[in-house]
């Protein structure tokens, strides 16, 4: 079974653009997660989505948005980036999300905002 | 909110056995889960704990009390690829039921010969 895959892998952007990273899930999972990892911050929740809907959404300012489409496959957007936007964005698919503790993650995608 | 609170580095020598903590301060808690992740590479699972004791996987043990807000992650006979992030993670009811994972900060660990 194929792994869930991120792209795009890199990207560098400038201040003030905006930008939108995908996420292909494992076949057959429905729950899709979206984190933003820094250097010392760990990784910080900033939504999920289950059968095309939002579920969860973590606390981010609303230049942050996210939606699935009915094959599972997910897109992050971020408008009006900043410099601060810098980080790993790393995607996680489990089978129907809940009291799934257990998440598998993509490679990530290596966003640089100049 | 939640908050987790884990050590942001440990080593430990090749062969020997280490302990990462994680305390937690969460409202409805369900699971503890733990996560490696070595440099450039992504967070990969590794062990779950929901009720209180011990559970073994190999070299890792992963252990859980409820009362007392904490958990650890044990590493039996340190390997030199055993080198990397350990983060902790709960689970916990976000309402209209659904479940959401928060991650702590992570442990690097540096295994030295």
């Known amino acids: 079974k194929a792994g869930v895959t991120q792209t795009p892998r890199y990207l560098i952007k400038t201040r003030g653009q905006q930008v939108t990273l995908s996420c292909s899930p494992i076949s057959g999972h429905r729950s899709v997660s979206w984190y933003q990892q820094t250097p010392g911050q760990g990784l910080q929740f900033l939504f999920e989505y289950f059968s095309e809907t939002q579920r969860n959404k973590g606390n981010f300012p609303g230049r942050f948005s996210g939606r699935q489409f009915s094959n599972s496959r997910s897109e992050m957007n971020v408008s009006t980036l900043e410099l601060g936007d810098s980080a790993l964005y790393l995607c996680a698919s489990s089978l129907e999300g809940g009291t799934t503790y257990e998440q598998y993650f993509g490679p990530g995608t290596r966003l640089t905002v100049t | 909110g939640q908050s987790l609170e884990q050590p942001s580095e440990v080593t430990a020598v090749e062969g020997a056995i280490v302990q990462i903590n994680c305390t937690y301060q969460?409202?409805?808690?369900?699971?503890l889960s733990w996560y490696q992740q070595h440099d450039g590479g992504a967070p990969t699972f590794l062990s779950y704990n929901a009720l209180d004791g011990l559970e073994e996987t190999g070299r890792f043990s992963s252990f859980l009390s409820r009362s007392d807000s904490y958990g650890y992650l044990l590493l039996q006979e340190l390997q030199m690829k055993d080198s990397a992030s350990y983060f902790c993670?709960?689970?916990?009811?976000?309402?209209?039921?659904?479940?959401?994972?928060?991650f702590g900060k992570g442990t690097k660990l540096s295994v030295i010969p």
């Open positions: 969460t409202s409805g808690f369900y699971g």
């Open positions: 993670a709960v689970l916990a009811y976000s309402g209209a039921g659904s479940y959401q994972l928060t």
